[in-house]
Structures are given as structure tokens and as C-alpha cells.
């Protein structure tokens, strides 16, 4: 079967409030919400649509991608919680259609075959942060959506051809997609991932306690740990497996009912942030452990995830990372970058590394 892009306005604009129909009335509840994400122009107040039924969320809206206005089409699988949540930090894929010509450059496209019927469809690509060439979204994907190929300017181009739009199953295989991306997104924070293409999974500087106070012994103990809170993270968990902010926040507040000097609203949000990262620490993540008294520090791989280990009088930091120390050249941390690490645990990118 031969495809072509649809590049009529009218068709295009058709097309997509076909879609935007077919996935609003699947929904179970809606609300406006503030899309806040990368890039710029995409941190919008959107209504967002909750299809309960089929797992996802959608969202439509209107922006400028390189010079060509599109539609662009959010889409995710983390319950957006319309009425409690105020915010949508992140989305697990944008399907963004030119809204009145061929446009090959955008993500997503509208197609048409032989007999008239249109299809909704993507590139395969999307921003996934630590994903590597060969192992893209577009080379791991096993379907069920086909890839096609089209002719556009004079030029090939391979596109996913999602469904049909007036399909019985549209709305079940956008959802299906939609959560192949989040698969993906997933599997690209896993040691199997990590071993597929020969990185690290995740870079990270600790610091050994106040003053480098816990120097000797973490070193010696082949950890790296924090402080904040003696609660065990692994007791205040999402279905997910993720950290919760709600479960955590409510198991501190109980403990801290009595004294005079509780966490402001930024102070909390500082200490979670310390937490959720030594939680998210993940096997074979390469860890840099520094004494801040005297700037040096160790290099070592993460061989077991998080791990509660109180003992206030021997140890005083709690959340704890297994590492092997197997990097024991001492380094000396730049002046400049000392300044830049007042906490306890920093993520790095790989240049930092």
C-alpha cells in the first residue's frame, strides 16, 4: 500500500480534530493544567484529558518548530491527577504535525492511502535523555505500529504509521504507542541498558558528611551515604518504585511534630531533592565521592541500590549506596567546581564526569 503526506490545510486541520476527537471522548476527566516543560515554547496552561481506561493522558496546543507552526500533541503516562497537581514537568512523547503544509522535519505527520483513509503517524524519534546511537527509540521499538515509507520533495523518509484515525482501535493504539515511549524512557535508567551500549548509568558526586567528617569510613566501608532524616526511603515508595514526596513529607512531619524549628517550604524542597537522588542512584552508576575538608576524591561503580543503615553513633549518615572503590587515586576537586556542590549528593552530565 502507498502512502502520502497529507500537505492540503484544510485536510490537515480535518485530520487532526478528528484526533483530538476521538482521544477527548475516550477521557474520564479533564482540567487545565501548566505544561512545563523543554522546550520554551511548550510551557503552556493546557487542558489536559485523562483517558483512565487506557492508561495515558493527552493534550493539545499550538507552537512554532523551526519557523513552521504545527500542532503539537502531548501525550504521557503518569496519572496527571487533574484538580490535586498543578504542573505536568514532563511528558513521554509530542506528536506535532505541521498545521498547513509538508513539513518532513516535525515528528509527526498525517498520512493518506490509496482509498482515502488517513493515518496518524510519527517519526520514532524524540528526545530521550541517555539513549545512544544504534540504540535509539527507532531501533529498539518491536510494534505493533508499522513503519512505512514516504516520498516527500523528492526525498525517502520512513515514518511510523500509528493507526488509522477513524480505526476502532485508534484510541488503543495511540495509547499503545504512546507507552512504548515510556517503556523506552524506562529501560534506557536500567544496568541492561547501561551494558547494551557501554555506559554508565547515571554519574554522581557524594559528599562524605559535613567537613568530610565521614571521610575514613565511608571509604572504608564501600559506601556512599547522606544524611536528612532518619527515615528508611525504601518505606515511602510510588507503585512505581519511584520516591514519594507525600509519603516521605508525612513520616518527617510526624517526627518533627515536637520540635520548635520545622522545615520551611524551601528547606523541604531542598532536603527532597538530596533524598530522592541518593534513592535514584542505580546499579553501575559510576559515583565520585569527595572529602570536602581537603577536595579529594575517590571514583568507584554502584553495586547496590539504596539501603537504609542507621547507627547514630558509628554512622552518621543512614542512606546509603554500595560502591566499589575500584578507581583509589586520590584526586583533587577544582576550586570552582567546590562551589557549585553545597549538598550532599550532586547528579553529573558526562562532560562534568
Partial sequence: MEFTVLDNKREITEAHDRVVARLTDASTEDGIIDI?????????????????????????NFTEERKVKCFVDFFGTDN?????????????????AP???VHMATYGQFLKDQNGSVYYAHRGRGNVK?????????????????????????????????????????VDDVAGYVKSWREFRDFVKTPEYADLVGE??????VRAGKGGEDWPNQPARGIAAIHYHSIDLAECT???????????????????QWRKHKPTKKEWESDFKQLERIFSVKKGARVCLMNPDT?????????????????????????????????????TLPEYFKS??????????????
Avoid at 47 to 55: C, E, R, S
Avoid at 80 to 96: A, E, L, M, S, V
Fill in 36 to 60: 512545563n516543560i523543554s522546550p520554551a515554547s511548550y510551557r503552556k496552561k493546557c487542558k489536559v484529558f485523562w483517558l483512565g481506561n487506557h492508561g495515558i493522558y493527552f493534550s493539545t
Fill in 80 to 96: 496527571p491527577q487533574i484538580g490535586k497537581r498543578k504542573q505536568i514537568n514532563k511528558t513521554d512523547i509530542q506528536i506535532n
Fill in 99 to 101: 498545521t498547513s503544509q
Fill in 130 to 170: 541517555g539513549s545512544k546511537t544504534p540504540h535509539k527509540f527507532a531501533d529498539w521499538y518491536p510494534g505493533p505500529a508499522e513503519w512505512v515509507d514516504v516520498t516527500s520533495g523528492g526525498k525517502k523518509h520512513k515514518l511510523l504509521k500509528i493507526s488509522a484515525i477513524e480505526s476502532p482501535t485508534f
Fill in 200 to 205: 554508565p548509568v547515571g554519574y554522581w558526586m
Fill in 238 to 256: 510510588n507503585k512505581d518504585g519511584t520516591l514519594s514526596e507525600e509519603k516521605l513529607k508525612k513520616k518527617v512531619t510526624g517526627k518533627m
Fill in 295 to 331: 577536595r579529594k576524591f575517590l571514583v568507584g561503580t554502584c553495586k547496590r541500590t539504596y539501603k537504609y543503615e542507621p547507627d547514630d553513633k558509628k554512622y552518621p549518615n543512614p542512606h546509603t549506596v554500595k560502591v566499589a572503590w575500584d578507581d583509589k587515586v586520590e584526586r
Fill in 340 to 353: 557549585r556542590f553545597s549538598r550532599s549528593i550532586k547528579g553529573l552530565e558526562k562532560e562534568e564526569y
